[in-house]
């Protein structure tokens, strides 16, 4: 069913989502309104765009991920990277492979993980073949071991650019996080 909504009342919704996003937060504005995140993108984009803490950035990039509205997967010349979600956690898992050498490493890469405004970076599985053989080695890694950070201190003026942010410069960061995992990794 399509709603026609008059400029006036466009305003007042923008008003009254950007007030309920900051008073109760993003997931339960957009369940109160029953609202896209295409819809909200909308209604809320430039100077209506509410400011959003690092768990509501959390939120709203998780609604990305799991509604499939952002890539899960990324390659570049070294490496190719596959994203799933762990929705026991509310985690993004990655599998990096190595395009050259055929390794893997796994681990867990979640913006804005716990409401905090940094990225956490851990590797926790090695994966690679063993010298002439047709059989795989695995080797669990102890996150502590190697656990990176990036701090998150971004404003976003819509979900769009929280959209265009994570397909491109949170995939550039994985891509790098990568390659020094990697480097960690095949010398233990």
């Known amino acids: 069913m399509n ?10 919704l923008q008003r009254e989502l950007k007030r309920s996003i900051e008073e109760i937060g993003f997931w339960k504005t957009k369940k109160r309104f029953k609202l896209t995140m295409g819809q909200m993108d909308n209604l809320l984009s430039g100077g209506h765009f509410p400011e959003l803490d690092c768990e509501n950035k959390y939120d709203v990039i998780w609604s990305l991920f799991t509604n499939r509205l952002v890539d899960s997967s990324y390659e570049t010349e070294n490496y190719k990277i596959v994203l799933a979600p762990d929705s026991m956690s ?29 990225l956490p970076l851990e590797v926790t599985w090695y994966s690679y073949r063993t010298d002439g053989e047709d059989s795989w080695e695995e080797d ?11 701090n998150l ?21 994985l891509s790098e ?6 480097n960690y990794v095949r010398y233990l």
């Open 3 to 12: 709603y026609i909504i008059t400029e006036s009342q466009s305003k007042i």
């Open 153 to 173: 201190d971004i404003k976003f003026n819509s979900f769009s650019e929280i959209k265009d942010w994570f397909n491109t410069e949170y995939m550039e960061i």
């Open 90 to 118: 509310g985690t993004i898992e990655f599998k990096c492979i190595d395009l050259k050498r055929g390794d893997k490493i796994y681990g867990y890469a979640t913006p804005y993980w716990e409401g905090e405004c940094k």
């Open 177 to 182: 996080y990568c390659y020094s995992a990697f």
């Open 140 to 150: 669990e890694i102890d996150s502590s071991d190697f656990l990176e950070s990036e």
